[in-house]
């Protein structure tokens, strides 16, 4: 009995510990170079210090790609002040085509950008996150939205 309470609170305190490394949200994206918007959900992860990781599924509204997902790494390269980082960021961007009456495509390609977070409270954060990708759907997009 012992043992088995000692495990049930270390699996607590792990997973508590683990979790408030998780950020959660919700955004908006335009690709400038077809005026495609979309909304999207990210999620973030602290790694460690200086290391994220962040995936973000984005639903496009308008003629054009159907959906992409990002999978970035993010290096927090400089922080401007207390509440202000700026983060390159560089991963992949799957990307799929849906054209009507002759099935899908999809293109994987390259993404080079920049994570700018602003953290006005502990709650919250606000991001804005030009990127490039190269190599699939050749494309410049602006993001921008909130994490919890």
């Known amino acids: 009995m012992r043992k088995l309470l000692i495990t049930l609170c270390l699996l607590i305190s792990f997973t508590i510990s ?41 639903l496009h509204l308008d003629s054009g790609p159907d959906w992409t997902i990002d999978l970035d790494a993010q290096y927090k390269l400089l922080q401007i002040s207390d509440n202000f980082d700026l983060a390159p960021v560089a991963g992949l961007g799957i990307t799929r ?4 009456g002759f099935g899908s495509t999809t293109e994987i390609g390259i993404n080079l950008g920049a994570f700018i977070d602003f953290v006005p409270s502990d709650s919250y954060h ?8 190269i190599g699939g759907y050749e494309s410049f997009s602006i993001a921008g939205g909130v994490l919890f």
Not at 23 to 47: E, M, N, S, T
Not at 97 to 100: C, R
Not at 126 to 133: A, G, T
């Open 18 to 58: 683990g979790w408030s490394q998780f950020h959660f949200g919700a955004g908006a994206q335009l690709i400038l170079d077809g005026g495609v918007f979309g909304i999207q959900g990210k999620a973030l992860y602290d790694v460690d210090e200086t290391w994220r990781g962040a995936g973000t599924f984005t």
């Open 97 to 100: 085509f849906g054209v009507a």
């Open 126 to 133: 606000i991001y804005v996150e030009p990127k490039l990708n």
